[in-house]
């Protein structure tokens, strides 16, 4: 640490005039206060009084010596969470039918998270400020139950199950991987194996590991601070985290304290950062990236409280030299390092088995193991009395400030954004035109608003030049007038990294624009988020994030030239497959039909939008309130022309109704009825799955009117690959045996549009002869004899252009 730290004849000296710290600084159970701890706390102390945050010396050991034994207690309650189907408030051992007959739990890390969020706790506790806190490795959710428990820091829910003493514990030990489930299927138990709604001040779940070290830096607002637990095992596998310091401002960020668990193994391997070399080598790596990286061990609650408060210290010191102009950005992002072995304070620590279940065997049926746990978990207990003023002291700190459950990151509900006036064009022009207009207005009238673009690929090829000019790529050292130091604009070839600062942007307005192909690699991280707001939601307590579009652009059937890697719809389709109320699947023909989608985008709380739409010069089809019909009720009939047995036309996505409209010229040519529909938002006449997905359905009686039961013979063109539509959409394309769904069949290459879409089996031509099908009828009828060839794959493609 930066300044001079006091001899072990200082502390000695200490210790005689301040009993307090003398009780401290002996340890507690598994903690052992190393000297550079205890000179840390001593300094830490000293300063917490001088600022006024403390009374008195005393007032700061007495703290810290309760949180050694509300971390013991931890440790002792999450290896009973794995194993035990009771607790024994008496200390007594266990019995052989006092354990669970099929233990779980991700033992080693949630045991190695108890010292870290019992740290988090007592800094909250000793400045009277609380700060949010996000876990990247979301399966050691164990440590952060029991704490809370402990703590009495949970949901309502929660506090009523498992907040009555030993028979409350007992009902969390028996819910923890209990696998119990309420009438619906849902679980029952407001609890679960990772981090989810009910885990007080959670934000995200953290299963997929790496997305909290790319959302870390982009969650705190100015005045905010968050403490970011991460894995090291991650650290290893996503590289983008490398990046905050580039994107870390003063002046619209809040303070981000990323501590990493270096317990040094993975599930069944030792990490590169479990040794020396590999430890200095990240060192030396993140001070290569603009980190200030702070090595503490690990293993101790007081030594978490300390490097958490001197890494708050850091930052204010360098934003001040910022100020006076000694410093430029990047600043140096402080980085502690938390030195420790997986599954620190249990038996098999250090081990592959700590993992997961370190134990040898069972204990409910093996006895050497019943003696191993009974004699591990006996060194971790804490008599009640010595546990209840811990506690005692604990809710005294929290008067006058939110619990933790509370913290203002875990509960963001931003102001309603005021909305920019519409202008609808009756022109030909880029769909993507209507995004940055309207986006470039929307920041620009909610200032308070804090505004994000995630830019994995080129916005002015994409169309959205007016919000590169208005809003800049954030750089160190701009180069020209697009980009500069506080620009709002996230880029980087790193699908995951652009996107997961709009998902971290809790408090503000997003876009993220990208190839349709390369959203892919965004899914993961926009799949956690729709999650976890679900929860939210189905628990009572809904996300009030506003919400924003993922846009899939420079899309597979304008993306012809760059070869089949480009070509690829499984975005859409993927999220499609996720609830609809959470995310909306939405393929606006043209610009007015863009337009008319973004204020009820930007007006969602806790969901988001994926919007499939082209980049290149498309007709204006649909007016004002053709477009606004359609943002409403999801579909609209575009043409028809009456009669007996009539074809129901459904297109879905721009190019495709552009090739529905030629094949319907050639049907009332040949004297036949049709109806042509554009399908603009296919999960509105899905099948819902549970009832809240019911209030994202079309509204009563739209899909009757748009999709009448007796036009039997339907043909869908889509965007999407046909047997996923088609799965979606069987309410209606009831009868497999009278429809015929077309899209893109996995064939590419360098192509143009019109070769796509041969190419797939999905032209103006491929309708027709989909139509003969159904209506029973030749190919000739509805097309000429070269085209029918063409279309059979036994003629010259260049005829159907």
């Not at 710290?21 to 009084?49: C, D, I, K, N, S």
């Not at 890390?109 to 400045?127: D, E, H, K, Q, R």
């Not at 501590?259 to 993975?266: K, L």
């Not at 889509?718 to 539509?725: I, K, L």
């Amino acid at each position: 640490m930066t300044q001079l730290l006091p001899s072990l004849a200082e502390l000695d000296n200490h210790a005689e005039t301040q009993p307090e710290f003398a009780r401290w600084r002996t340890g507690y159970g598994p903690f052992v206060h190393a000297p550079e701890t205890q000179a840390a706390v001593f300094r830490m102390a000293h300063q917490l009084v001088q600022a006024q945050l403390q009374p008195d010396l005393a007032s700061v050991y007495r703290l810290l010596h309760a949180i050694d034994r509300l971390g013991s207690a931890g440790l002792w309650l999450v290896v009973h969470m794995t194993y035990a189907r009771r607790a024994r408030l008496d200390g007594s051992a266990l019995a052989a039918d006092d354990f669970k007959l099929t233990p779980e739990g991700h033992t080693g890390g949630s045991l190695n998270m108890v010292p870290a969020y019992a740290g988090y706790l007592a800094l909250n506790a000793l400045t009277g400020s609380t700060r949010g806190w996000l876990m990247g490795q979301g399966h050691c959710v164990a440590a952060i139950e029991a704490l809370n428990l402990l703590t009495d820091n949970q949901p309502v829910e929660q506090a009523q199950v498992y907040g009555d003493g030993e028979a409350g514990i007992n009902r969390l030990l028996g819910d923890f991987y209990g696998y119990h489930q309420a009438p619906d299927g849902s679980p029952s138990a407001p609890l679960g194996s990772h981090v989810n709604a009910h885990t007080g001040g959670g934000m995200a779940e953290g299963g997929y590991l790496g997305f909290a070290e790319l959302q870390y830096a982009h969650l705190p607002l100015p005045g905010e601070t968050l403490v970011a637990f991460l894995s090291d095992g991650a650290a290893e596998e996503q590289r983008g985290s490398d990046w905050m310091p580039r994107w870390w401002r003063a002046e619209d960020c809040g303070v981000a304290l990323p501590v990493m668990i270096a317990n040094g193994r993975r599930i069944e391997q030792r990490t590169q950062l479990g040794t020396h070399e590999g430890l200095e080598g990240f060192r030396q790596h993140l001070s290569r990236c603009g980190f200030d990286p702070i090595t503490f061990d690990g293993r101790d609650p007081a030594a978490f409280v300390c490097v958490l408060w001197e890494m708050e210290q850091r930052y204010a010191r360098r934003i001040e030299e910022k100020q006076r102009g000694i410093l430029s950005y990047p600043l140096p992002i402080p980085y502690a390092i938390a030195e420790t072995v997986k599954g620190f304070g249990f038996y098999g620590a250090g081990s592959n088995a700590a993992h997961n279940l370190p134990l040898p065997c069972n204990p409910r049926f093996d006895e050497a193991s019943r003696e191993l746990f009974n004699a591990h978990a006996g060194a971790l207990f804490v008599p009640q009395e010595a546990l209840e003023a811990a506690r005692a002291l604990m809710r005294q700190s929290r008067h006058g400030r939110p619990a933790e459950r509370d913290n203002p990151l875990a509960s963001r509900r931003p102001a309603a954004p005021e909305m920019p006036p519409l202008r609808y064009q009756d022109k030909a022009c880029s769909p993507m035109a209507a995004v940055d207009e309207f986006f470039t207005e929307l920041t620009r009238a909610n200032p308070a608003l804090r505004p994000r673009v995630g830019n994995p690929d080129e916005l002015a090829s994409n169309r959205l030049g007016g919000v590169l000019a208005a809003l800049k790529h954030r750089v160190v050292e701009p180069e020209s007038e697009l980009e500069a130091v506080d620009g709002k604009i996230i880029t980087a070839l790193n699908e995951e990294a652009v996107v997961s600062a709009c998902l971290a942007n809790q408090a503000g307005l997003n876009l993220v624009a990208s190839y349709e192909a390369f959203c892919v690699k965004m899914l993961g991280a926009v799949r956690q988020t729709l999650i976890f707001a679900r929860q939210q939601k189905e628990v009572g307590r809904p996300a009030g994030w506003l919400g924003w579009p993922v846009i899939a652009t420079s899309h597979t059937w304008e993306n012809g030239k760059n070869q089949q890697s480009h070509q690829d719809t499984t975005f859409c389709e993927a999220l499609l497959g996720e609830m609809s109320d959470m995310v909306r699947v939405l393929f606006p023909a043209d610009h007015n039909s863009a337009l008319a989608l973004l204020p009820s985008i930007y007006s969602a709380r806790g969901s988001l939008a994926c919007m499939v739409m082209p980049k290149r010069e498309r007709p204006a089809i649909f007016n004002q309130d053709q477009a606004e019909q359609l943002a409403r009720d999801g579909a609209i009939v575009v043409e028809e022309s009456p009669g007996n047995d009539a074809v129901l036309l459904i297109a879905n996505g721009s190019y495709q109704l552009t090739e529905m409209q030629r094949a319907a010229v050639r049907l009332k040519e040949a004297g036949l009825a049709y109806r042509l529909v554009y399908l603009q938002e296919p999960g509105r006449f899905r099948a819902p799955r549970d009832r809240w997905e019911i209030d994202a359905l079309a509204a009563d009686g739209v899909a009757e009117r748009l999709f009448p039961e007796r036009m039997e013979l339907r043909v869908l063109l889509t965007h999407m690959r046909p047997e996923v539509a088609r799965g979606h959409l069987w309410p209606i394309l009831p009868d497999a045996r009278r429809n015929s769904v077309l899209g893109y069949r996995n064939r590419g290459g360098t192509l143009d549009v019109e070769g796509m879409q041969f190419a797939n089996r999905a032209s103006w031509a491929n309708v027709l002869a989909a139509c003969a099908r159904l209506l029973d009828v030749p190919r000739t009828a509805l097309l000429k004899p070269d085209e029918a060839a063409a279309v059979a794959g036994k003629g010259d493609p260049r005829v159907l252009r």
